[in-house]
């Protein structure tokens, strides 16, 4: 191994601890956002799942440009038998 | 408070700012479109550039005019237009320009399968008194182009939904703004440390908006919050909007009004004057009209007891009913006062 490649391989480490680091940290705020994304999604659907629903008009203007929050509530939907596993992997919990 | 000895018109039915909107509302058959139509003609007599129009489902103010009235407004007098907004083909148009905009804009839909939940949006509660209050809201806008508007109304209970809307969807629309804007802060948080987040859907990569002025959902937010807020701005300014109640002195339209004073207040949509239509006054006294002529006066002492800063307008029983101009100029008189 070369010494161009050891230094290589050594940034590429120290890049990759960088990474992990600052997904640890942003894991909890991360979760919290698809939270924080699905809530809404269900409040301007709430017609569909039978809760009280915001102005339609509202509804229908907002909708086109919500392509994530839908996705992550239907994602939240089909990981529900999982929620506890996602908690207890944030914190660490095998 | 009776002032029909009073002999200036009344202040709240005559433009202040740029133009002056009445709604009269009241129980089925006291007599809504009679008075509405009357004050309309007495306001357009003054001088004021006057438009009725009736968003009443079922429509009969052509038939009071005795003429024939469609959606655009139509002259048919001096300084008076009407129309009669066909509120079944505003709804189907409504919901069909609903249907359009989400048939362009939901590429995503078949992805996500949405096709049935926008089946169910049309049927949602609501759709009735949204496409009545968009209806009223694109003829507050066309405001410039009058003095006076006066509204029609179908009977209390949908009135009063339509009036309460704006405020209730100021309510939602704040809500979401706040919820949206602690979702735009984490994505912010996040992608300081992490950098731009971008979301991959169907092939297509999204980089995810951190800021309000990039966001689309915010952006929406905000200008729907702005529209609302204009129309409520209105609504709820007594120099802009009069509410007009009308009624028979009798107990159910008594109850009746009473709640739409109370509802209306609550939402600070000012509520001026109450019309009692159809007052019977008997000279001689018929013995076996003794009991309607006591009730009649009972009621009218609870309104002056219930409604206080709320004028009352009494208009007499009239042989028949009041149709074309000349008759109708005597009652509107009544209403605004100058006689």
Known sequence: MSKAE????????????????????????????????????????????????????????????????????????????????????????? | MDHDDKPEVREFLIPKKKFRVIFFIGKGGVGKTTSSAATALALARMGYKTLIVSIDPAHNLGDVFMKELSDKPREIGENLYASELDMKKLITSYLKRLEESMKHMYRYLTVINLEKYFEVLSFSPGIEEYATLEAIREILNSGKDWDVIVFDTPPTGLTLRVLALPSISLIWTDKLIELRRKILERRRAISNIKGKQEFKIEGKTFVLPTEE???????????????????????????????VGVMNPEMLPLYETERAYESLRKFNVPFNLIVMNKMMELQPEIPELKVKIDSQKKVLEEVDEKFKNVEVVKIPFLPREPRGFNELEVIGKYVVGMT
């Open chain 1, 6 to 94: 050891k230094i290589k391989k050594f940034r590429d480490f120290f890049q990759g601890m960088m990474e992990s680091f600052k997904d640890q940290s942003t894991g909890y705020i991360e979760f919290e956002t698809r939270e924080l994304e699905n809530v809404f999604a269900l409040l301007i659907m709430g017609s569909f799942v039978g809760i009280p629903s915001p102005p339609t008009t509202l509804v229908i203007r907002l909708m086109p440009h919500m392509v994530r929050e839908v996705y992550v509530m239907q994602a939240r939907a089909a990981d529900m038998d999982d929620i506890f596993g996602e908690i207890t992997s944030m914190f660490d919990i095998d």
């Open chain 2, 213 to 243: 002025e990039n966001d689309e959902v915010m952006k929406e937010l905000k200008a729907y919050r702005k529209e609302v807020e204009s129309v409520n701005t209105m609504i709820t300014d007594p120099d802009v909007t009069s509410v």
